[in-house]
């Protein structure tokens, strides 16, 4: 078994696609109509054929108060590996994208949080084996 589809919630579709594509980096896998919204899924350029990330929209009751818990909380929904964390949060923060947690060290992980401008925090996690001593 693996994984094939993955979801975070948005309020916008079209603002998600936008910050996830042109900021994050993703590529459109499927932009497939569905009534008012889209079956609108993702890769990575370096996992094209990897898992997709579907941008669902919110539109669910239960959604909101979900959400809204993880952000007030400061959980991310979602988290997504970067090969330099430093690099990476130098690029996002010049595109004006926002960081509640910066990078730090966590364990054998280098981890930070950002702002997905759709409704959810996302970590980002650099992978660096270095362990708790």
């Known amino acids: 078994m693996k994984i094939y589809i993955t979801s975070v919630f948005v309020d916008d579709q079209a603002k998600a696609q936008r910050f996830y594509c ?3 980096g993703f590529t ?3 932009d497939v109509p569905i009534g008012a919204h889209r079956w609108l899924t993702l890769v990575s350029p370096q996992q094209p054929e990897g898992p997709e990330l579907l941008l669902e929209p ?3 009751p239960a959604v909101g108060p979900y959400t809204a818990a993880l952000v007030a ?3 991310p929904a979602h988290s997504f590996q970067v090969d330099d964390l430093a ?3 130098v690029r996002l923060t010049k595109l004006g994208v926002m960081f509640t947690r910066d990078p730090m060290d966590a364990g054998p992980v280098r981890m930070a949080v950002l702002d ?3 409704g959810n925090l996302i ?3 650099e992978m660096t084996g270095a362990t708790e001593g």
């Open 116 to 118: 997905d401008t759709c």
């Open 123 to 125: 970590q980002l996690v």
């Open 87 to 89: 690099a990476e949060h």
């Open 22 to 24: 042109d900021i994050l």
């Open 28 to 30: 459109v896998k499927h």
């Open 58 to 60: 919110s539109d669910h």
């Open 73 to 75: 909380d400061g959980v």
